[in-house]
């Protein structure tokens, strides 16, 4: 019984089923005719529109007669932008704390170390004038 089942998995009824469904889709052919190949010259925005077998072909741009930026408008527009962003890094390198002091200062004892790091003895450093 399980031969007789495995022949017609291999070759037999199932694959031809398969085959003849896929190859005819059914009967029903594509949704809409394909388009003929070009036999002339195709005009010169043929490549502005998105032809994707549909019975409507669509432009491909959203908006073709949209307005367009002047290259002066936009160079207005490209300067101010790096201008900006320019002065934003100006003002994070002039209010940058951590380059000026990259460490905490550190505290010491006996008046932060001053007689043992040569100072004068008899003269009183406060923490005032440091």
Not at 12 to 30: D, E, I, P, T, Y
Not at 103 to 124: R, S
Request: glycine share 12%; charged share 20%.
């Amino acid at each position: 019984m399980a031969g007789r089942m495995m022949g017609m998995l291999r070759g037999g009824m199932v694959a031809r089923s398969a085959s003849g469904s896929l190859r005819l889709r059914s009967g029903m052919g594509f949704p809409v005719g394909t388009t003929p190949p070009p036999d002339k010259p195709l005009h010169i925005q043929h490549e502005l529109i998105w032809d994707d077998g549909s019975a409507y072909p669509e432009p491909a741009l959203d908006r073709i007669a949209a307005p367009q930026v002047g290259k002066y408008e936009a160079l207005a527009w490209l300067c101010g932008g790096l201008s900006f962003f320019g002065l934003v890094g100006l003002l994070a390198v002039w209010n940058d704390k951590a380059s000026k002091i990259p460490y905490t200062p550190k505290e010491y004892p006996f008046n932060n170390l001053h007689v043992e790091l040569g100072g004068d003895p008899n003269v009183k450093k406060t923490t005032a004038s440091v």
